[in-house]
């Protein structure tokens, strides 16, 4: 009898009410991503569901199953790319703790640091490999493409998280560029939840693309979201330290946008943030930031993108529900108080 996984639950404190959507795809998911975990090597079981049990949205599994509803189709189709997107997406977090060295997540204790690096690194691979197994144990034509488009992804995501740890070791880094790394970061699998429900949804080519196009700008509207929330989150709210990201030196987007802006206030940040940062710091960073207008300006990226991921759904003949649904988890997953 395998140790069951939590259903998702926000990871963090909300004012905002979970969509219907999300908790349906929690309920459909779970069960099947129990099994999926059955399959892994025993000695790497239990690490996995430790960090599953520490909840999550299911967003990307939820996206997955409106997509394919939205097309026409339905969960029986679905449910194996809902199960494979979240399993790349969770090998991701198991491998960016050990890279962030974040020793909690969702306020329990990641698994390089309760069960060390080196099962956290083999545990994540394995789930990247068990999510292709999943997705191509009935190798059908439409099971096929959503494989290459998960891959596709799977890359994508590298490539960004490459270039993320890249920018630690850069002084200053471009808004275009930020924007690019968490193009892929961020909004790749988004897409690709998309565009794979789409796609095992029975839908042709041009409704992938325009559904993958929402998911992509969803994703750097969600990042864009979250950058705010790692310097002015609320510690309650956001379960980190006040300027979190700022303490740990990330070039994220407010970052960025303080940089473009030029001047005095660059050039103090980039000092700053050119040696590890105590209360005072951070205090003055933020202070600085907001001397810019840096949240306004970063409120209004995450804005556009919001816009774009809902033009991009009245591009293509969609079945009317699940076009509110997407919608409304649009505007969830880029809350301000999320």
């Known amino acids: 009898m395998s ?14 009410q979970v969509p219907r959507a999300l908790v349906r795809a929690s309920e459909v998911v779970t069960p099947a991503l129990a099994a999926a975990v059955d399959r892994l090597d025993p000695a790497l079981r239990e690490p996995v569901r430790h960090h599953l049990a520490g909840g999550a949205k299911f967003v990307r599994a939820g996206l997955v199953l409106l997509a394919a509803h939205a097309a026409g189709g339905c969960d029986d189709s679905a449910v194996p790319a809902a199960v494979a997107i979240e399993l790349v997406h969770n ?32 545990a994540g691979d394995a789930l990247a490999g068990l999510a292709m197994q999943v997705l191509l144990d009935i190798p059908t034509a439409r099971r096929v493409e959503a494989a290459r488009r998960l891959a596709d992804a799977n890359q994508q995501m590298i490539a960004g998280q490459a270039a993320d740890m890249a920018f630690e070791s850069r002084g200053r880094v471009t808004v275009d560029e930020c924007l690019e790394m968490e193009r892929g970061k961020t909004g790749a699998l988004l897409a690709a939840s998309c565009a794979i429900g789409a796609v095992l949804g029975g839908a042709d080519e041009t409704t992938a693309d325009a559904l993958g196009d929402y998911g992509e700008h969803l994703g750097i509207a ?18 980190k330290p006040v300027g979190a990201d700022l303490l740990a030196r990330k070039k994220a987007l407010p970052v960025a946008v303080a940089f473009e802006r030029g001047g005095a206030v660059a050039d103090e940040l980039s000092a700053i943030l050119s040696r590890p940062l105590g209360p005072g710091d951070v205090a003055r960073a933020t202070a600085l930031m907001e001397e810019a207008g840096v949240r306004d300006a970063v409120t209004a990226i995450a804005d556009e993108h919001l816009r774009a991921a809902l033009d991009a759904l009245d591009l293509v003949d969609i079945e009317t529900r699940s076009k509110e649904q997407l919608v409304e988890i649009a505007r969830y997953v880029t809350a301000r108080d999320r």
Do not use: C, N
Request: no cysteine; hydrophobic share 45%; proline share 8%.
């Open 91 to 122: 090998y991701s977090l198991l491998h960016d703790d050990i890279i962030d060295r974040d020793r909690e997540r969702r306020h329990r204790p990641t698994v390089w640091a309760k069960f060390g690096e080196s099962i956290a690194i083999v």
């Open 3 to 16: 140790a069951p996984i939590a259903s998702p639950t926000p990871a963090r404190a909300s004012a905002v």
């Open 222 to 239: 969600f990042q864009a979201v979250d950058d705010m929330l790692g310097v002015w989150g609320e510690p309650a709210v956001t379960g």
